[in-house]
């Protein structure tokens, strides 16, 4: 089993859908969890932390529901600039600092 | 803002060709990685270095050597490329309690 496991995509939606995205992770001692974005052909950029109590940044809201070791990220009002991969990150058990990366989902949003 | 730089964003080597891949950090993080990434497989730490002079393996650290004589710049050396070494690779940094902050990326061809 992956440490993180994401559906890959592609995500196909109009622009103002709202869609979500889930992740699990196999470690249940990991503390530190993030949602990256990726455009094509470029580096990895920090989207959001994601927090115990849940977390909103805009458009974007995060979910952390430790008990069945899942991560979700909520997109309202999508926007074609939102097209990306998204990867979903955690931290390892015994490194506060070593990240493991899902794979990522593909996000297309059209017109 | 944090910024990582890698020293080339396109390469072109020979096989057996010894290969240098610099990445300079300016935020005075302790925390230094090297990630190759390759489609379908994500990303995966080759080696990472937590102080000057410190460095430990990663997920894929065979054909890969890595130098941190200075906290702001770790380099990845492959002994002799091999054409298995084509691929994008990425540098990060990060304290230890910060989310990873990636360069550009280097995209490396070994013919």
């Known amino acids: 089993r992956k440490e993180v496991e994401q559906d890959p995509g592609p995500f196909n939606v109009p622009e103002g859908a709202t869609v979500a995205f889930n992740c699990t992770y196999s470690?249940?001692?990991?503390?530190?969890f993030f949602w990256y974005r990726q455009d094509c052909r470029k580096e990895p950029k920090l989207l959001m932390s994601?927090?115990?109590s849940g977390n909103e940044d805009g458009r974007f809201t995060a979910q952390l529901n430790r008990a069945s070791q899942y991560i979700s990220l909520l997109i309202r009002d999508s926007k074609l600039s939102d097209s990306a991969t998204y990867l979903c990150?955690?931290?390892?058990?015994?490194?506060?600092?070593?990240?493991?990366f899902g794979s990522g989902t593909r996000l297309l949003v059209r017109p | 803002d944090v910024k990582v730089t890698q020293s080339s964003r396109y390469l072109v080597k020979r096989t057996g060709e010894k290969v240098f891949l610099e990445c300079v950090q300016d935020?005075?993080?302790?925390?230094m990685f090297w990630y190759r990434q390759d489609p379908g497989l994500g990303l995966r730490l080759i080696y990472f270095?937590?102080?000057?002079?410190?460095?430990e393996k990663g997920d894929i650290p065979e054909g890969y050597s890595v130098s941190r004589e200075k906290k702001e710049r770790f380099s990845l050396i492959l002994e002799s490329a091999s054409t298995n070494q084509t691929s994008m690779y990425l540098c990060?940094?990060?304290?230890?309690?910060?989310?990873?902050?990636f360069g550009p990326g280097t995209r490396l061809l070994v013919l």
């Open positions: 990060a940094s990060s304290t230890t309690t910060s989310p990873q902050y």
């Open positions: 470690n249940s001692a990991s503390q530190s």
């Open positions: 994601v927090y115990s």
């Open positions: 990150v955690v931290n390892i058990m015994d490194s506060s600092y070593k990240l493991i």
């Open positions: 935020m005075d993080h302790e925390n």
């Open positions: 270095s937590y102080d000057v002079k410190m460095k």
